[in-house]
């Protein structure tokens, strides 16, 4: 059972209504409502196999819903385009361009009819935002997977989307760069003027509790809405005093994923007893 | 072996075992300083290998068709400037006929792997036509192209245009799929797609392709300049082959065994370069 927001005052931007999706014979998504509305920071937590990944990629148009309906702004999605920028855990840019190359490429989409040394200024302007001033000679393998996530996140926002998806985009980072990556994300995105709307998916919690408005929990096989939890807490955030403030909020995720494993086991013990299929 | 025999395991572990058997430790030496250079030292041994059954079949029958390596080595030597002449006639012939395979190959064969109906409705012939020798062209280009020259050239182009075509439009066929994702995110268009994404990503394909194209060419320029051009190495080959002049014709087989090895090792170098970030990502 999946429960429903109120919804908000500010107008929705993204919206799933009653979605469902296969990927061959396997549900991976069951009757998925959500609404994300305007400047809004998700933060879709779940364990590996709860259908994140697949909910980003409908919302980016790269997927299809098997059932329902995927709109943004009103408008059903039906593929991917650059109002919603998505960044993935790698292959956010192509290793054969400098890191410039790779940004100009989406500042030319933003910002079409801009010369060639309009386009790498810009470049160079959102490689600075992000802390890699001095790089953009440089190509993809020749900087660290922290400077290279870096470089994914100054591309999505000089793609000028609406809606940032981004796909566990530190998840391969160490602790350290990840901190560093997180306030990065924070500082940007509370410094833009109208506030981007961005989901964020993880199975980090206290990534989730640390950067979001709002955490959608999601249980697995097949893939649905646990819970919709609002945070409150005040920006900026103490990364701190985060574990004092946020603890029964907590304990509340941790106990849904606890009764979420131990009902998939029932079942899938009760399967085998049965010898019924999936 | 030693210590069964013995029936005395510790033996064996003593350190004053004594060595009777040979190991490959004693060799290490030897494989150290071959490392590096096992390739010109297996030709080394061809040669060596050859100049023997050579000289052990000279003044038998069977031996006029095996010159020995001296013999050849000194027919390389006083044949060198009509090998060298061959070299550039085979070159005008070659050059614009690999260069034109490699430019339709790649264009061709990117817009066909990337383009999902111009895929079913071109593979499926491209993989029945491609096996076909190029030789069998010939008279039809004699009968159409104006001049002979440009019919070697024709018959130099359809040698290189399958491979390459084949494995570029592989390559574009396969590009990775986070790649093809990142282009939809980014909304590029389909020739800045081509352009930026497709052609990088099926360039160590392309570059396997030239590689089997440039071999092949090797092969039909024997052909090509028989009928058509009178001159090259090909023809260098083929006519000393027809008048069993044996030393002249293995002479001309070494020396475009070089020429072939050269433009592969450039064509690796030129690989390495252009793909720059392969074995890096």
């Known amino acids: 059972m999946s429960v429903f927001p109120q919804p908000p005052a500010r107008a929705a931007v993204l919206q799933l209504e009653r979605v469902a999706c296969f990927l061959g014979h396997q549900l991976v998504l069951d009757d998925l409502n959500l609404t994300v509305s305007e400047g809004e920071f998700v933060a879709l937590l779940g364990p590996s196999g709860s259908g994140k990944t697949t909910l980003l990629r409908l919302l980016a148009g790269l997927a299809r819903p098997t059932s329902g309906r995927v709109t943004h702004r009103g408008v059903t999605v039906s593929g991917a385009d650059t109002s919603r920028g998505l960044v993935f855990q790698?292959?956010?840019?192509?290793?054969?361009?400098?890191?410039?190359?790779?940004?100009?490429?989406?500042?030319?989409?933003?910002?079409?009819?801009?010369?060639?040394?309009?386009?790498?200024?810009?470049?160079?302007e959102f490689l600075e935002m992000v802390g890699l001033p001095g790089t953009g000679r440089k190509y993809p393998f020749e900087l660290s997977g922290g400077m290279r996530q870096r470089g994914a996140i100054a591309r999505a926002f000089a793609l000028g989307s609406e809606a940032l998806l981004l796909d566990e985009p530190f998840g391969a980072l160490d602790p350290l760069t990840r901190i560093a990556l997180q306030d990065l994300l924070l500082g940007i995105w509370g410094g833009h003027a109208g506030k981007k709307t961005v989901l964020f998916v993880t199975h980090d919690l206290d990534e989730a509790l640390y950067l979001s408005d709002r955490v959608i929990v999601l249980g697995?096989?097949?893939?649905?809405i646990l819970a919709d939890l609002p945070l409150t807490l005040p920006r900026p955030r103490d990364r701190e005093a985060a574990p004092d403030q946020t603890r029964d909020l907590r304990r509340e995720i941790e106990n849904l994923f606890r009764r979420d494993t131990r009902r998939r086991l029932t079942l899938s013990v009760g399967a085998d007893g049965d010898g019924a299929g999936i | 072996m030693f210590a069964q025999r013995r029936g005395d395991t510790e033996f064996v572990l003593t350190e004053k075992t004594p060595r009777l058997r040979v190991s490959a430790r004693d060799f290490a030496w030897l494989k150290k300083l071959a490392r590096g250079r096992e390739g010109w030292l297996f030709i080394l041994s061809v040669l060596l290998a050859w100049q023997i059954l050579a000289v052990s079949l000279s003044g038998t029958a069977r031996g006029y068709l095996l010159p020995t390596l001296t013999v050849t080595l000194?027919?390389?030597?006083?044949?060198?400037?009509?090998?060298?002449?061959?070299?550039?006639a085979s070159a005008l012939i070659l050059v614009p006929g690999y260069a034109l395979a490699v430019a339709a190959g790649v264009a061709w064969g990117l817009l066909v792997g990337t383009t999902g109906w111009l895929w079913r409705a071109f593979v499926p012939f491209a993989r029945a036509a491609s096996p076909v020798p190029g030789t069998v062209y010939i008279p039809y280009a004699i009968a159409v192209l104006p001049t002979f020259k440009l019919s070697s050239i024709f018959l130099?182009?359809?040698?290189?245009?399958?491979?390459?075509f084949l494995n570029a439009a592989a390559g574009a066929n396969t590009v990775a799929a986070g790649h093809r994702e990142n282009a939809k995110i980014l909304?590029?268009?389909?020739?800045?797609?081509?352009?930026?994404?497709?052609?990088?990503?099926?360039?160590?394909?392309?570059?396997?392709?030239?590689?089997?194209?440039?071999?092949?060419?090797?092969?039909?320029l024997t052909v090509a300049e028989a009928f058509a051009v009178h001159s090259g190495l090909g023809y260098f080959i083929q006519t000393y082959a027809d008048y069993a002049n044996y030393p002249k014709m293995v002479a001309g087989i070494l020396y475009v065994g070089l020429v072939t090895s050269l433009c592969m090792g450039a064509l690796?170098?030129?690989r390495r370069r252009v793909i720059f970030w392969e074995k890096k990502v």
């Open chain 1, 90 to 124: 790698d292959y956010a840019l192509f290793p054969w361009l400098t890191m410039t190359g790779n940004l100009a490429l989406a500042v030319g989409k933003s910002r079409p009819g801009l010369g060639h040394r309009q386009r790498t200024a810009l470049a160079e």
């Open chain 1, 220 to 224: 697995s096989s097949p893939g649905r």
């Open chain 2, 74 to 88: 000194a027919e390389l030597w006083k044949a060198l400037p009509e090998l060298l002449r061959g070299t550039w």
């Open chain 2, 156 to 164: 130099i182009f359809i040698g290189a245009f399958w491979p390459v």
């Open chain 2, 187 to 220: 909304g590029l268009t389909k020739f800045q797609y081509l352009r930026l994404v497709a052609l990088p990503a099926a360039l160590p394909h392309i570059f396997n392709g030239m590689g089997v194209g440039l071999v092949l060419t090797f092969i039909l």
């Open chain 2, 268 to 270: 690796d170098r030129l």
